[in-house]
Structures are given as C-alpha cells and as structure tokens.
C-alpha cells in the first residue's frame, strides 16, 4: 500500500498547485471565459472529451491548454495514479475504518481480476445470480405473497445510500420498468410516508426490501418494525417471511427480523452506503427494471471504471472533471456547486450526488491524521432544471458568487414533442451563463463569465447511466486523494444520531434534561408540551 506523507501545507505546497495558482493571477484572473474562445482556435473540440455513451464539454470553464498541463502535474504530484490502483487492488484505502473501498469490483467481471484475494469479493457473482433467481421467480408467480397473489409492488425500506441510488435510478429509468410492477420508497424516521403508503397499498400484494447495510440504521429499522407489525396484524405472524426481504452486511439481525434464508441478500463490508448502488442495495431496482437492464448498468460502470484506470490524465474524463471541480472553488474561490439536470427522470439525480459529495469530501482531517488547511467539501445542490429556471436561476445568472454548473443533457427523451425545447433552453442557460448580457439598464445587465461543464449523452439508458455513476464516484475520490481526506468514511453524522438517541429518552420524560443547554431546554419544554396535547 502507498503511504502517503503528507506535508502540513499539502497540498498548497505541491510546485504544481503553487504554479497553478500563479497561473490563474497571471494568465486568467483577468480574463474572461468567452474572451479565450477567440484566442484559442479549436477550443470547444479539444476541450471535450468522449467515453462510452458520454461527452464532456468543459470548454466553457476558466482554464486553458496551460492549466490543463498544471492539473497534470498535480494529478502526478498528488500521487492520483498510485491511489487508483490502491483502490482497484483492494488495499485498505478506507485507512479510518481499516478496510477497502471496492465498489468498482462490484461491477467487474471475475476475468478484470479485482483484488480477488480479499474477503467476499468472490461472492459478488453469486449475490448477483442469487438476485436474478429472486427477480425470475418473482415476475414469473413463482414467488408470491402469503396469500398466494402475485408481487406487484415493491417498497424500498432504506435512508441514504441505502435510498438515493436505488430510488434515483428506478426514476431514471421509467422507460425501462417491467410491465406491472410498482416501485414505492420509505425512507424518513416520521413514519409518516410509511403509513401514507399502507394505506393504498394491497399488502397482499406487496414486498418490503429492508436496505440497510447496518440494519442497525434508526429511521429504517423502525419503519421496518412498523410495516412487519401491520402485516403480521393483518396476516398473522407467518405471513412476515413471504413479504420482507433484507439486504445487510448483518446476518444475524437479518435473522432476528424474521426474514427467511432465501430472502436475505449480504452485502460486504468494503461497500460504502453512497457507494453501493452496484451492488445488491440495488435490488429493489432490480425488481422493476429486470436483472438484464440491472447487469447493462453494471456494465456502463465497468466501461467507465477501465478508462478511469487506463486513460492519461488528458483524455481521463473522471480527473478532469474533479480537477476542474478544485481548481473553481480553491483556486478561484466558488464555495458551492450546481448541478442541473434537463429531464425529470433525472429529478433524484443531485440529492443522490449530493450525498456523494458531501458525504465523503465534508471533512477537516486528513487521512493522517492531522488537519486540511483548505476547504474541501462543496456545498453541491441543484435539481431539475427547467423548474430551477422558474426558481433559483436567478442567482447563477446575478448573484454576486459564482457557482459553477454541471449541466446534464440526455438529447433524447420520451416524450419528443417538447424536448426540443429542453434542449435548447440546456444550451441557452450555459451559454447566457458565460456570455452575460450587456445592457444599459443596469438591473438587466447579465455579468456573465461564470463556468460551467456540460454532460451530454444521447437518452437515458441503463448503460449511461452506469457511467455517469462511476464517473462521479471517481471524480469525488480524485478530489479526496488532493485533499488528502479519506472520502470513504462519514464520523461526522454519528454524533447528531447518538445525542438523538438521549433526546428521545428526555423528551418521553424518561430522563432529566439536566446538563442540556439552555436552549435545547427551552426546545424540549416546548415540544413536551405539544406531546402532552395529545
Ligand atoms: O448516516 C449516514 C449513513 O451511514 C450513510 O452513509 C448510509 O448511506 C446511510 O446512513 C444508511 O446506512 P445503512 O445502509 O447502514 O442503513
């Protein structure tokens, strides 16, 4: 395994971040994007580049053929390389929690050879071949409900990676949805979506997927509980094995759930939730598209995962796009990020990056230990765009930040008639973005002059949207490997769950609120209060 020393200044102190800093005072700060499409010919076809279904048009970014050769050598003295083939070799680059991170084995195929030698790496095939046996039997009757009908409905019972991926992908993929069958997803700890849906639902007709690598996770474990005791009131207490299925790296309370031995689907440990949408989290996915259209996903991943190992850093389109992402907010000073999709199957898309990116960059040690002296994380947010014109544009367009912009384009869609329109109101925003408006009316005046990248493929299919995953689970580890930080981790949402856990005893009366301070006091006197209304 390569250990990494880090420098207190890392990586500020890199020759190639000091230059690439020099560079943009010197070269770019003063200029403007749309001033370098005239001085560089040829600019928009050199600065893009193709894998698989997907294109990338960075173009329209503040940087030039001279950045491009800085990004390299930061990529070189950031030791990028040596990290991916950590990562593809299986070595414990996930250093807090001493294990790999090998979600790109997940869609490897036993020929690529990924880090074999390590634990439950052999197994992916089977859990893949035992999904497809489950998802056959279950659209052909063979697996029914308790009663004898067949499954038409799934829910998904999981929160954070255990639901962004599956449920973002199920969306994406509308056009791809097995006749019949019904996705629903259950994921806040309120309860209240749960019982919305059992309340329309034919349980009769219904399976419950518990998702949760955990299966520890408060907010699933306890809507699990909920949807088992409507069921067994229902239908009696053998009914629970025919309508729940888990998927866990935990066997045993998997077990103590009730759920039988053929239902349950392990996950391993190296599998990071916002990582594992390739793996057997996604089976609820599986279920409504079909374990084909599951596998072409995988596949996209794979296509993408090989040219992120193989590809040098110019035509690499993974460290470009990460490389772009740290120079427009450490170098030049953007504090969030945009990411706007133009078709609404695409709607789950940003939360489901968001939880990428924030989840793994938002940290302030280093994987050494010691702190990062710059910032990491961006705040990344979005959403789908033409409702984003009608609300938040206004900021991208004459707010005084700037916030780069991925705009993700599938030219093709279902419903032809309008999407022209779509079209043209991607590549309107993009280019108004980074033209401007001159106007003489001050409050009209567009200052333009703000990046953004452009994704572009030709419709949403399983296979692109395979890349696109990988392309950005590879991108935020290129980012984690310059920072320094182990993006693989997440300690930072436990303290809020443990200091929930005895807020729950106080606020039911059970404990003293003793020690709590005076705000928080005054918060849980509130809310008993209202409790005692009811
Ligand atoms: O609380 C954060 C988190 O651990 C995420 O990283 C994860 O995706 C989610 O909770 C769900 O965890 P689990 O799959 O164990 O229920």
Redesign the pocket.
């Known amino acids: 395994m390569i250990k990494r020393h880090l420098n207190r200044r890392y990586p500020l102190d890199l020759d190639a971040w000091k230059s690439l800093k020099d560079h943009y005072r010197d070269d770019l700060k003063n200029k403007t994007i749309a001033s370098l499409f005239k001085c560089e010919r040829n600019r928009s076809s050199k600065l893009c580049l193709e894998v698989g279904e997907l294109k990338l048009d960075y173009s329209k970014n503040l940087l030039n053929h001279q950045t491009i050769n800085l990004f390299s050598e930061l990529a070189k003295e950031a030791q990028i390389n040596e990290s991916i083939e950590g990562m593809f070799s299986g070595e414990c680059i996930n250093t807090s929690e001493k294990r790999p991170a090998l979600h790109v084995a997940l869609r490897s195929k036993l020929s690529d050879q990924i880090a074999l030698n390590t634990k439950d790496v052999d197994e992916i095939w089977s859990t893949q071949n035992r999904m497809e046996h489950f998802i056959t039997s279950l659209h052909s009757g063979a697996i029914s409900g308790y009663t004898g009908k067949n499954i038409i409905n799934v829910v998904n019972i999981?929160?954070?990676?255990?639901?962004?991926g599956p449920s973002m992908a199920v969306f994406a993929l509308r056009d791809y949805w097995v006749e019949g069958m019904k996705y629903h997803s259950v994921s806040n700890g309120d309860g209240v979506e749960l019982q919305d849906l059992l309340s329309e639902l034919e349980l009769e007709e219904t399976i419950f997927i518990i998702?949760?690598?955990?299966?520890?996770?408060k907010e699933?474990v306890h809507n699990a509980e909920l949807a088992r005791s409507v069921m067994e009131e229902r239908y009696g207490p053998r009914s629970i094995k025919h309508h729940f299925v888990g998927i866990?790296n935990n066997e045993v309370a998997m077990h103590e759930f009730g759920i039988q031995v053929d239902y349950r689907f392990k996950i391993a440990d190296w599998v990071?939730?916002?990582f594992?949408i390739c793996s057997a989290?996604s089976l609820s996915l599986a279920c409504i598209i079909g374990m084909q259209n599951f596998k072409k996903l995988l596949e996209g991943a794979r296509r993408m995962d090989m040219h992120f190992r193989q590809a040098p850093f110019s035509e690499n389109m993974p460290m470009m796009l990460a490389l772009i992402a740290v120079f427009n907010s450490n170098i030049i000073g953007a504090h969030s990020q945009a990411i706007l999709s133009y078709s609404s199957r695409l709607k789950l898309l940003t939360p489901y990056l968001q939880?990428l990116h924030m989840?793994s960059l938002g940290k302030s040690t280093r994987i050494d230990g010691s702190d990062v002296c710059l910032e990491t994380g961006n705040v990344i947010w979005g959403g789908s765009a033409s409702d984003g014109q009608h609300s938040f544009y206004q900021l991208l367009h004459q707010g005084k930040q700037t916030i780069p912009v991925d705009f993700i384009l599938p030219i093709l869609s279902s419903s032809k008639k309008d999407n022209t329109y779509n079209q043209a109101n991607c590549l309107a925003q993009s280019e108004a973005l980074m033209d401007g408006f001159i106007s003489k009316e001050k409050e009209q005046m567009h200052n333009g002059n703000r990046p953004s990248n452009t994704i572009i493929f030709d419709q949403i299919s399983p296979v692109a949207l395979g890349q696109l995953i990988a392309l950005y689970e590879h991108k935020v580890f290129v980012q984690g490997v310059i920072y320094g930080i182990n993006p693989f981790d997440?300690f930072g949402?436990?303290l809020g769950?443990k200091m929930a856990s005895s807020l729950t005893k106080i606020i039911e009366n059970e404990e003293s609120y003793k020690g709590k301070n005076l705000s928080t006091k005054n918060l849980i006197r509130l809310v008993r209060a209202s409790n005692n209304k009811d």
Do not use: N, P, Y
């Not at 999981?158 to 962004?164: A, K, N």
């Not at 998702?211 to 996770?217: E, G, L, N, R």
């Open positions: 999981g929160i954070g990676g255990s639901d962004l998702a949760s690598k955990s299966f520890s996770t699933t866990s990071g939730g916002r594992s989290i939880q989840e997440q949402v436990e769950k």
